[in-house]
């Protein structure tokens, strides 16, 4: 019984010690870069006039908010032909139900109610945008431009 227990031990910590080394390899991975911190656009929608602030997204020199110790600290650029994520939040100042019709590269029309609001997201490839509504006499433009400030130094987000 003892010599199958010593037998079984001795088997054991080889197949252990195999494992380990075929664990431990040369190769090196490439880090992807991490995705692009999203912008936030807000549009409102008037009877006179669309309004959307700010006018770019994506633009060279673009900061979020910074720790002043932070603050001439270089930005890392993710891959600048991912698309940006926008995150648009519209108010519709109008007293009748319409939509908002985004035209450019890509195109989305989002239903809004009377005097209420709606958030959705985009993933936005650098051009102009118009935007406009049925409810108002006015149309506007958003401006995606080719910087994609990298997450990979903030706090909090993927």
Not at 47 to 60: H, K, T, Y
Request: proline share 8%.
């Amino acid at each position: 019984m003892r010599d199958v227990r010593g037998t079984l031990l001795q088997v054991t910590a080889l197949l252990a010690a195999g494992t380990i080394i075929a664990g431990c390899g040369a190769k090196s991975h490439e880090n992807e870069p991490r995705p692009p911190i999203p912008a936030v656009v807000t549009v409102t929608v008037g009877a006179d006039e669309i309004d959307v602030s700010p006018a770019a997204a994506g633009e060279p020199g673009e900061r979020g908010p910074y720790l002043n110790q932070n603050r001439n600290a270089p930005q890392n650029q993710s891959d600048r032909r991912a698309p940006l994520v926008v995150n648009i939040a519209v108010a519709n100042l109008t007293r009748e139900d319409t939509e908002l019709t985004i035209e450019g590269p890509v195109g989305r029309v989002e239903k809004l109610v009377a005097a209420g609001s709606a958030a959705f997201n985009m993933a936005l490839p650098t051009g102009v945008y118009r935007l406009s509504s049925p409810a108002s006499t006015d149309t506007t433009r958003l401006t995606v431009g080719r910087s994609r400030i990298s997450s990979g130094g903030d706090v909090l987000i993927p």
